[in-house]
């Protein structure tokens, strides 16, 4: 399937001090909050077999706020992988990661490889990593994103949430985005 996400805007995306609790579904707070590995929390709480599913790994163009967010120029091209992390056959969450080519470098080369492997289990077991604060988005049919996230599901939901932040290995940025879809079995507190 291709998505025309050129027409759609780009998704708003929030510091969490400035987001009021009251403009989350109640059910969502504890994943978009939580610090933790995602992928260890997934693993923890399927009843099922982890997944990775890779929807897509190539060289592109970041949106814009990706690239203000990572501090690169908007024109430079970086590696974007985008993937389903599932529970069994269910996607639980869309996942999409921004990584600029100066990321890839020394020991980082490895994240241009990782095929269906767990980013976070990566991020997690590098004790370089530091993670910069997390950001949270409402994406409705509108931002891009949306149509991409909510395609394997059979019923569209009027809005999702997610959550992004920069991660550093070595001091070297990447953006990941994981956006919780309805059928995602882990939020409720």
């Not at 260890?40 to 060289?59: E, G, K, L, T």
Request: hydrophobic share 40%.
């Amino acid at each position: 399937m291709k998505f025309n996400d050129k027409a759609i805007r780009e998704p708003v995306w929030m510091p969490r001090k400035r987001l009021r609790n009251t403009a989350m579904p109640r059910a969502y707070w504890k994943c978009l909050l939580d610090t933790a590995s995602l992928t260890q929390r997934i693993i923890s709480n399927c009843p099922d077999v982890f997944s990775v599913a890779v929807i897509d790994q190539r060289w592109g163009r970041p949106m814009r706020n990706e690239a203000l967010r990572l501090g690169v120029p908007i024109d430079r091209h970086a590696l974007i992988r985008q993937v389903y992390l599932k529970c069994g056959s269910t996607p639980w969450v869309y996942a999409r990661t921004v990584i600029p080519g100066s990321t890839l470098t020394g020991p980082e080369q490895k994240l241009a490889h990782l095929r269906s492997r767990s980013l976070g289990a990566v991020l997690f077991s590098d004790p370089t990593m530091v993670r910069d604060e997390m950001e949270i988005c409402r994406l409705t049919e509108r931002e891009r994103m949306f149509a991409r996230a909510t395609a394997p599901l059979s019923k569209t939901p009027h809005e999702i949430w997610g959550r992004r932040s920069v991660f550093r290995l070595h001091n070297k940025p990447l953006l990941v985005c994981e956006v919780f879809l309805p059928t995602v079995g882990i939020c409720i507190p």
